[in-house]
C-alpha cells in the first residue's frame, strides 16, 4: 500500500494551521547554513548546505561469509533499506564515533562486538560535500566469539530487522543497486580491503 502524501514545500507546510504535534516535529527539520563560496575567476556568491548529524555503519563478516544487514523502514523515502548497522552518536558515546559505531551496532543486531576498527580516518568520508556538512564514519566490526545474538534495543521511531545475508548475496545486492543506501557499498568495499578480501592494484 502506497501510504505517501502528497509533497508541499517547506514553507507551506511552515505556514499552515498546525497541531501541537505537527509544531513538534519541526524538530527534525535540518537547518540551513549559508556560505559564501569563492569563484575561481574572482568573486563570490551564496551556496546554501544542509547540516544533519554525522553517523557511522559498522560492517560485519560472521563466521561462513554472512554479513549482518539492517532491513529498515525509511521516514520520507517510505521504502526498505539495507545497510550494515548504523547510528548517530548519542550523549553516552561522549564524542566518540567509534563508541557510537559499536553502540549501535549491538543494538540493533543484538550480536556483541570484541572492537570496531575505522576504516576512513579521524574526518570520515563526505557525503555530497556541495550541500551537506555530514559526514559518514565507516568501520569494520570485529565479533564477540562465541556469538550468542541477544534482542534488539530499537528507538521508539526504528523500524527495522536484522538479517543475515550471505557475502555473495549482499553484493550482487549491491552491484544491482538493491541496498538503497550509498553507504552500504563504501563501508562494504572498504571492509573487505581490510580484512584481504578485496585487492586494489
Not at 579521524?122 to 569494520?140: D, E, K, Q, V
Request: charged share 25%.
Amino acid at each position: 500500500m502506497n501510504t505517501k502524501k502528497e509533497l508541499m514545500s517547506f514553507a507551506e507546510y511552515a505556514c499552515g494551521e498546525l497541531s501541537e504535534t505537527e509544531r513538534a516535529d519541526l524538530r527534525f527539520v535540518p537547518p540551513i547554513e549559508v556560505v559564501q563560496l569563492n569563484k575561481p575567476d574572482g568573486g563570490d556568491f551564496a551556496g546554501f548546505r544542509t547540516r544533519t548529524k554525522n553517523w557511522a555503519t559498522t560492517f560485519c563478516l560472521l563466521p561462513d561469509d554472512y554479513v549482518v544487514i539492517v532491513a529498515e523502514w525509511k521516514h520520507g523515502a517510505e521504502e526498505i533499506t539495507l545497510v550494515p548497522p548504523s547510528g548517530v552518536p548519542s550523549k553516552i558515546d561522549h564524542g566518540s564515533m567509534d563508541a557510537c559505531a559499536k553502540r549501535e551496532f549491538e543494538e540493533e543486531s543484538g550480536i556483541l562486538l570484541e572492537k570496531v576498527v575505522p576504516l576512513a580516518g579521524l574526518n570520515g568520508l563526505p557525503i555530497a560535500s556541495r550541500n551537506l556538512t555530514t559526514r559518514f564514519y565507516p568501520f569494520l566490526g570485529i565479533p564477540k566469539l562465541p556469538i550468542n545474538p541477544g534482542p534488539s534495543k530499537l528507538d521508539q521511531n526504528e523500524y527495522l530487522k536484522m538479517v543475515l545475508i550471505s557475502l555473495p548475496e549482499w553484493l550482487k545486492l549491491i552491484n544491482s543497486g538493491e541496498t538503497n543506501e550509498e553507504c552500504s557499498v563504501s563501508v562494504t568495499y572498504l571492509a573487505l580491503q581490510d580484512l584481504g578480501r578485496l585487492s586494489i592494484s
